[in-house]
């Protein structure tokens, strides 16, 4: 039986929540990007939601956050920023850039392969490409982080973190392939295995008012 997966549901258009009063309106090409942040359907482990976006790194931003959950064990965490300088910046390929963080929770001997960075970082590339999401100045670091408790804390199990932080500049505007990879990297880091590509996505089941009354 194949894994549903549910929309990502609506909210205020990015325009009137993550641009200041005082600045001029977005400019169209951001705000069709930043629309199409929320046109991709996510499966059911995955919970989306809008973060404030940084107002330093460009003239026009916005981000998403997302949790990656099995039961009620919160598996892997992430965030997608969207950065728009008409001008472009350095290290960019053009006006658009995508800042992606994400962090999922492993077993120490996932963690102590030498070989995991390259294959965290092969995680991405391969779900952009997966998602026919095309990029260019792709670049980031993936980082294994160990914590131990001493003290009061020193029963506390030993807890190992897998932490990749990745840039690169969409070639599109439709960014909606570039958040599905990202959902799929968050899966993957947390033991999900992604849907294959043939599995047609299912809308959440919608509740009747009048049923409810009735019970």
């Avoid at 095309?134 to 897998?162: H, I, M």
């Amino acid at each position: 039986m194949s894994t549903p997966v549910v929309p990502f549901p609506q909210a205020p258009a990015y325009a009137a929540t993550m641009t200041s009063s005082d600045r001029p309106p977005a400019p169209p090409a951001f705000r069709r990007a930043a629309e199409s942040l929320r046109q991709v359907e996510v499966r059911p482990e995955i919970e989306l939601e809008d973060l404030p976006a940084p107002q330093r790194l460009a003239p026009w931003s916005a981000a998403v956050g997302a949790s990656v959950y099995r039961d009620d064990d919160e598996l892997a965490v992430g965030r997608l920023i969207l950065l728009y300088d008409p001008d472009g910046q350095r290290g960019w390929d053009g006006p658009f850039r995508l800042v992606a963080y994400v962090r999922a929770d492993m077993e120490p001997e996932i963690t102590s392969d030498p070989l995991l960075g390259p294959v965290a970082w092969s995680w991405l590339t391969e779900a952009l490409d997966a998602h026919h999401a095309d990029y260019s100045a792709a670049g980031g670091t993936v980082t294994r982080a160990v914590s131990e408790g001493f003290g009061n804390k020193a029963d506390d199990p030993v807890t190992t973190e897998l932490e990749l932080r990745a840039s690169w500049s969409p070639t599109q505007e439709d960014l909606s392939g570039h958040v599905a990879a990202w959902c799929d990297l968050m899966c993957v880091a947390a033991g999900i295995p992604p849907l294959p590509p043939d599995v047609a996505p299912l809308p959440r089941r919608r509740e009747d008012p009048e049923s409810d009354r009735t019970k």
